[in-house]
T-cell receptor
């Protein structure tokens, strides 16, 4: 089967850096994705790692270690609008399985 | 370019009723999928399709049917609604297996009484 684990909640202050970890167990692995979802909204794609290492997109970075079945999303210069849920997801070809999500609270 | 569209946005059903949730995309994506999201939980894959005429089951397929007669449309049918199917339903599409960039529709909020 496939499973992903990520913390249920993280709280940080505006301007800070926060890291959201994700560990996974999967049969068949193409890559690790991250999605953001604001309350009442639809998930939106943030990043995708198919290979080991760090991918940077503006204030957001994502890291993958395939040997450790581990990845993380790094959010820098936190803003209030970053308060949302963040989901890691593993893609195994045609199926994408999502974690339960991490709720990020950004405080002023 | 509308992306992924879903109708209706809200729906209330009585137990035992059937209905179809509509999903369409105009990006010529081969891969489409349906997810349900329950409060405080992630998205669970119901069914997916890798192209017109090809569908397969996801994690939680029971009580749902799908078909894919065209590249653009991927409707989800609830055969006999149950309160356990109260959820938010998202349709998503992506270009193919080599990418995991999925584009989600706005969702359908379904309540089964």
């Amino acid at each position: 089967g496939q499973s992903l684990e990520q913390p249920s909640e993280v709280t940080a202050v505006e301007g800070a850096i926060v890291q959201i970890n994700c560990t996974y167990q999967t049969s068949g692995f193409y890559g690790l994705s991250w999605y953001q979802q604001h309350d009442g909204g639809a998930p939106t794609f943030l990043s995708y790692n198919a290979l080991d290492g760090l991918e940077e997109t503006g204030r957001f970075s994502s890291f993958l270690s395939r040997s450790d079945s581990y990845g993380y999303l790094l959010l820098q210069e936190l803003q209030m609008k970053d308060s949302a849920s963040y989901f890691c997801a593993v893609g195994g070809g045609f199926k994408t399985i999502f974690g339960a999500g991490t709720r990020l609270f950004v405080k002023a | 370019n509308a992306g992924v569209t879903q109708t209706p946005k809200f729906q209330v059903l009585k137990t035992g009723q059937s209905m179809t949730l509509q999903c369409a995309q105009d990006m010529n994506h081969e891969y489409m999928s349906w997810y349900r999201q329950d409060p405080g939980m992630g998205l669970r894959l119901i069914h997916y399709s890798v192209g017109a005429g090809i569908t397969d089951q996801g994690e939680v397929p029971n009580g749902y049917n799908v078909s894919r007669s065209t590249t653009e449309d991927f409707p989800l049918r609830l055969l006999s609604a149950a309160p356990s199917q109260t959820s938010v339903y998202f349709c998503a599409s992506k270009l193919g297996a080599a990418t995991d960039t999925q584009y989600f529709g706005p969702g359908t909020r379904l309540t089964v009484l």
